[in-house]
């Protein structure tokens, strides 16, 4: 799976929006870009994944660079709930292996 | 709650010692995989398990080790252990082996070894 790199710390006020990027210039065809959060020693949360399409649920947005070598995860409205750690994994979804490999992520402080 | 249930929640024992910790999958899911947290290595994928069979192992000590039983919960046996064992284990679950979109974690055991 190819190598992301992530800031190591950002804050933002409640209720702005959060832009957490990674980037991601190694990453091939066949990988997708997911992130999942981890709020303080709970178990990983999935956010959202894609390819090279921008995607969006009831959680966050995802914008996919047009030559995907990098990504900006979007939280519309954070809010003090959404202090976590970001991870930003790059995943090939074919092969036996489905594992997940984690950097050190971002850490998101949300301010009141 | 993602419907991954681990078992115990906190467990301290001592240099030396065995522990077994419990993973119970979302229902249906066939695939489990353990990953263990410790504050120097992060987030590290120690095996996975589908449907039973071994399909994976990452950075997984010869002294862990692991198991999916035919109702499709999982167990991770740590034996010898050592200061440097002590770690938050999780174990998540998904649906099928590969391809899917997302892992479901469980809430992890918090492993104190003194």
């Known amino acids: 799976d190819a190598k992301t790199t992530q800031p190591t710390s950002m804050d933002c006020a409640e209720g702005r929006a959060a832009n957490l990027p990674c980037n991601h210039s190694?990453?091939?065809?066949?990988?997708?870009v997911y992130w999942y959060r981890q709020i303080h020693s709970q178990g990983p949360q999935y956010i959202i994944h894609?390819?090279?399409n921008n995607e969006t649920n009831e959680m966050a947005s995802l914008i996919i660079t047009e030559d995907r070598k990098s990504s900006t995860l979007i939280l519309p409205h954070a809010t003090l709930r959404d202090t976590a750690v970001y991870y930003c994994?790059?995943?090939?979804?074919?092969?036996?292996?489905?594992?997940?490999?984690f950097g050190k992520g971002i850490t998101l402080s949300v301010r009141p | 709650d993602s419907g991954v249930t681990q078992t115990p929640k906190h467990l301290i024992t001592a240099t030396g010692q065995r522990v077994t910790l419990r993973c119970s999958p979302r229902?249906?899911?066939?695939?489990v995989y353990w990953y263990q947290q410790s504050l120097d290595q992060g987030l590290q994928f120690l095996i996975h398990?589908?449907?039973?069979?071994?399909?994976a192992k990452g950075n997984i000590l010869e002294r862990f080790s692991a198991q999916q039983f035919p109702d499709l919960h999982s167990e991770l046996n740590l034996s010898s252990l050592e200061l440097g064992d002590s770690a938050l284990y999780f174990c998540?679950?998904?649906?099928?082996?590969?391809?899917?979109?997302?892992?479901?974690f469980g809430p992890g055991t918090r492993l104190t070894v003194l």
């Open positions: 190694t990453i091939s065809g066949n990988e997708y």
């Open positions: 894609g390819l090279k």
């Open positions: 229902s249906g899911d066939l695939s």
């Open positions: 998540a679950s998904s649906p099928r082996g590969q391809g899917y979109n997302e892992q479901f």
């Open positions: 994994i790059v995943r090939s979804l074919t092969g036996a292996n489905s594992k997940l490999t």
């Open positions: 398990y589908y449907n039973g069979e071994e399909r």
